[in-house]
């Protein structure tokens, strides 16, 4: 007897072998490197320069197939695939060392956005250009002075009929610079209470009145940049979802972003054991301290895998992750925070240039635990959300 | 490998098990027995293995309900929480994993017997103040059919009152593991009066007199037979030391959304509340910790060392960072032997020590991750 | 020339002299062993049994020369020594291993406060009893359910003309069961605002409707005891300073008694060093783990004791300690529970039974940070006193 | 011993290097240095030199200040507040120390050249990328009346600019201390670009000749000779450190008092303000050390020993945990280039590793206390 369970089984084995043979067809040898990280990224949009004919095909050919976005529906450029197809998808990849054939904010934050707060005409306008890579996309939340106060927003959109004015100034909006869009969240009732008068708007960064300038980190150049508005005309329709509900939006993708901090937070790569990683520094781990240090953080690194394993197993079961993504956003950073003070620290005085050395990732994690929400408000959001303490 | 979230039936099972617990062994039952001297609660056993806990890991052919460790682990949480009394991990994980792996009569009727909760084992390993056991001096010298054995084994945990015992011993051919009598001629018992109030005690063997058949797998086999047993009793312990530290997180928030101070709720004290948002992530992080140790233990014990070990590392720093912040977290009541905050606190160090100390399972993860 | 300066060291000098020919001839050889701790304490009072002749010998003779509060003005019962003086006098004592005559709060807490807020008449009333360990006293400031907050006193003391009728209950009252007399707050007037309305007052525990019960801790029998006031009658004299101002009095009895738990925090004895202790267990200190924490405890520990005689250097400068007193009570209590954690781990399972084990002490230091003033409540003194950090 | 409090000219040295140095040589002149690309500061030395400070530990005799290690250190920590760049503890502390143990006169023109700030001296030391003073590979042999030298240094302090360099030699009787040209024939700077923006290079040499009278102290008195010289300078590092963590931990007690976040001043939140006082008491305690050290140094130096490793080991953990907090505390823009706290990490990072790092100075106190 044939269950429902054998045909499903069945039916992703079929699936994994038409995957193989296509990735065997389509994607170009130079494409199969394993390269990952920075370098070997392709973010798209209109200013993007391929870094070799390859990465254009890769990206072409994917996204012919919806593989740029995979779990999307075919309407708006994905694949429509199941999450175990997805997962198949990700694996026979995986195997060949494929790249990634497209990353961006588009893809991670405004696409679930947009598939769950946009109207039928933005998902239909928007989405497809963000899986072709043709439209690269910002983030503009955080502005001067605020800080973790997200809903503090002052940056400004006054209402003229079917346009809004919009003025003021973001901060740390990544590759503003480079990007062709922009997703802002605007205050457009100063009336209404704290995180109720704001809108969540799309905006062309070549709109007369933006500009841009990047900022330097302590850890040297960064893609973050400072962006500014000035007398800035928006249209109205490119508000997603109800005006001055905007946090909802927000809210949806804080979540959802934290959950990507914690999981894509491992700057070392591959997940090399901290402690093979640190014996090959030049003088090892004898030294008791560092030894010991590099123990504990062994341990806490496993335990947090399992706990990412866990947790994607809860939400393949059905199981929500919600606010418990405060923890793997808090508990991610300070253990990354902690695995290259390690490195540093086994590295001694080897590490100690800015040239070939970890200085530059190792000051970079100092932030880990500031952006996408502070570790200080991780904590707060699970004391009072899951803990239920008082205030 | 099967997914780390409990499945239906771990879950109908912690709650049958919350319940039995909860009502029939919780800790004023720990209290009564050490108010009147008691290190064992054999009435309780019996509950327990009416229940089929006894038989958790014994096969079904022998009269177990077979139901795996991640199953023993649930059930070890819940007694973790109520800092239940047994002999559940010496005598239902320990002993029938090391007893499972023969094919023999004598097993299966042991086995049996131990389902039925007629039959009690303890684990004599230890002969230093740390978990060493593959340091054994304890020797094991062959005479006639039988063998004599001569050392002495600490902090045996249940020695004073297990059925029998488990002994390993240094042979002729290597590393033996020895099943006898607790009563054997020879082997005197000196009970230990341990701060978690439970039965554990030195057995100094002199000239004691085992058959042949008490040896268990051949000569030379004692530490292969023994070590599945080790790791799942570590498992199981880590299990109950996270049930523990769970328990002991509840009291306390609940004591910080109660207690009131300068006026207000302490709950409401920032300080306060990062410091028990902390420990929720790091009993978190354990939770996964022991649910991943469960599925390889279940489903491919052979690499399931270094789970094992980061688990039992996990539960052991967990519980102690958990009890020391009850303590400081209720004030001076926490300091109070009429509070549980203290049996909690005594039960983590002994479990800290028990199969292996944060920093034995911390070498084996150096070691399993090459460094 | 003499300077001023040579002859006062030249006095010194036959202090020393005289101390030295004085001890030799009075310290009786039994109490000379150099035994510290509970046991070797003599706590003085109506009920003292003497562990034997020699322990009351040593007594008598002190206080007959004031040596029992060697800095106390001859007038109270003390020898009226200065510092220098009293520092050589401990000096030679500690040379011979000379056991102390006499501790009790009478000593380290009522006797202060006396010479401080005390009017003539309670001086000379009631300091020389404590000086000659005629007289033991209590300390009743704490109750169930104030916790931290010791200014929310509520055993009440109804005005009844030239006496106070006292209701209510103390917790944590130290040999409440073996005192004479307690020193305790007493909520005097309660209309006044929550640090106003409280008295410092001196209580007979033999007065009619106080009873005691002792309080059984995790770590086993405690001093500490539940002390119960019903309808009891206190003559208007026995207040110390002035009525309702209780709380500055109390607040200088805290400052004291933190700056004291600091410093005789060390319940292990002879500052040996943590590492040499540890190394002979049985096992000893090769795990990395153990190892690592040991070093880095010892350093704390060795800058612990350097502050603790920089702290001391500056009063003798004439410098108070003031707040700072928080910070000893907080790094030294949590040391000491580190310590503790340390060498129960060291000792392994031989530190699991109850008997000659190190487990009483160990359980004992988790009250280290809250008697005397929680850590939280240290830090928030340094926060808000110290750094000034708002409210 | 002397008081561990400052005494009357030490407060007087120490208000007027803040006033001299918050003045002349702030954090933005680091700044300004690092944005031209400049690792040293001649012109500020001169300065210094003129205050006295070049010749902090030199004899008067020797036309030098004479005022001792605790001077030295309240000169180092006010540097270390403003993050100022000078040739301070390799010359005037460490090459110092050195040339002050030899009686002749040589060393007395050097220390007069050093004293009147017209010489800097650097250190070359480590082999490896880890401070191990006395495992030393460089060679020197001896060739004619002098030697001949074959290795090389790395991670060597002002050795980019420094006029003369001390060398650590495995020499025919042991170790041999040189004192040669830093521009010497075979002898190749390759400087690093460090993240604190100083002066450091690797030397190699390669057939380097130095004269007889280049050894300080005779062959295998090297160590000897150096090691007063290490113990001064990691005193006055850590010094440098505590001053380091002083000047961070007021910029964030400042923020936190002047920020506001959700409508109220951020230092009004109870758990910064707990995190906060027990930085107050770290540096509370590591400023014991300091001073404790320098007491030493000057009154009883072949006992400081275990002081100088307490002071170091305290001081390098107390400054990264200062800095880490000061960014956490600051948000965004404790990240930012276009603040200071950036400044403040990466000189505590470099401080950390150089003369021996946590570990190293662990180990020392481990020692000198039995285990």
Known sequence: ?391 | MAKLIKTEEEILLSEAANGFLSQSAPVSRLREMRDRGATSDPVLWQEMAAAGWAGVLIPEACEGADMGHAAAHVLAREMGRNLTVSPFLSTAVMAATVLRQLQDEASATKMKAIAAGGLTYALALDETSKFDPESVALTAEKRGNGYVLNGTKRFVVDGGSADRVLVLAQGPEGLCLFDLANGAKGLQRDPLTLIDSRDAADLIFEEVEVAGDALLGGEGAGYDLLRPALEAGQAALAAESTGLAEAAFAMTTDYLKERKQFGITIGSFQALQHRAAHLWCEIELTSSAILNAGRLLDEDPKSATLAVSVAKARATETAQKVVQEGVQMHGGIGMTDEFDMGFYMKRARVAAEWLGDYGYHAGVVAKMRGF
């Open chain 1, 1 to 391: 007897m044939t269950t429902a369970t054998d045909d499903s089984q069945n039916a992703l084995t079929d699936f994994r072998a038409e995957i193989r043979i296509w990735l065997e067809a389509n994607c170009p040898p130079e494409m199969r490197d394993g390269a990952a990280g920075e370098a070997a990224i392709c973010w798209g949009g209109t200013s993007w320069e391929f870094t070799c004919e390859a990465q254009k095909t890769w990206l072409q050919r994917c996204a012919a197939r919806g593989f740029t976005v995979p779990t999307w529906p075919k309407a708006y450029g994905g694949a429509g695939l199941s999450r175990d197809e997805d997962k198949i998808l990700k694996q026979e990849m995986q195997a060949i060392g494929a790249r990634s054939p497209l990353d961006s904010f588009g893809i991670w934050m405004l696409g679930p956005a947009l598939l769950k707060f946009g109207s039928e005409e933005q998902k239909q306008h928007f989405l497809p250009p963000i899986a072709r890579g043709e439209i690269r996309w910002c983030q503009g939340y955080s502005e001067p002075g605020a800080g973790s106060d997200l809903a503090g927003v002052q940056t400004h959109a006054a209402d003229q009929g079917d346009t809004w004015l919009v003025n003021g100034q973001k901060i740390w909006t990544s590759y503003a610079d480079k990007a062709d869009w922009i997703f802002a969240l605007l205050r457009t009732d100063r009336e209404a209470k704290k995180h109720l008068g704001i809108s969540f708007v799309l905006m062309d960064m070549r709109s007369k009145g933006i500009t841009t300038r990047p900022i330097q980190l302590i850890s040297g150049a960064s893609p973050f940049c400072e962006t500014f508005f000035e007398d800035v005309e928006v249209p109205k329709t490119q508000v997603v979802g109800t005006i001055n509900r905007g946090w909802d939006v927000a809210k949806y993708l804080l979540t959802h972003e934290r959950e990507m901090i914690s999981n894509g937070g491992n700057v070392m790569g591959a997940g090399r054991p901290l402690g093979a990683v640190l014996s090959e520094s030049e003088t090892g781990l004898s030294d008791p301290i560092l030894r010991g240090d590099a123990m504990r953080a062994e341990i806490d690194t496993l335990a947090m895998e399992m706990t990412l394993e866990r947790y994607k197993d809860q939400a393949e079961g059905g199981q929500g992750l919600g606010d418990a993504s405060a923890m793997l956003k808090y508990m991610g950073t300070e253990l990354n925070k902690r695995r290259l003070e390690l490195v540093m620290a086994a590295e001694g005085s080897a590490a100690l240039p800015w040239e070939d050395t970890p200085a530059s990732s190792w000051l970079r994690t100092k932030a880990n635990s500031i952006e996408g929400g502070t570790s200080e408000v991780m904590l707060s959001i699970i004391s009072r959300r899951i803990l239920n303490l008082p205030g």
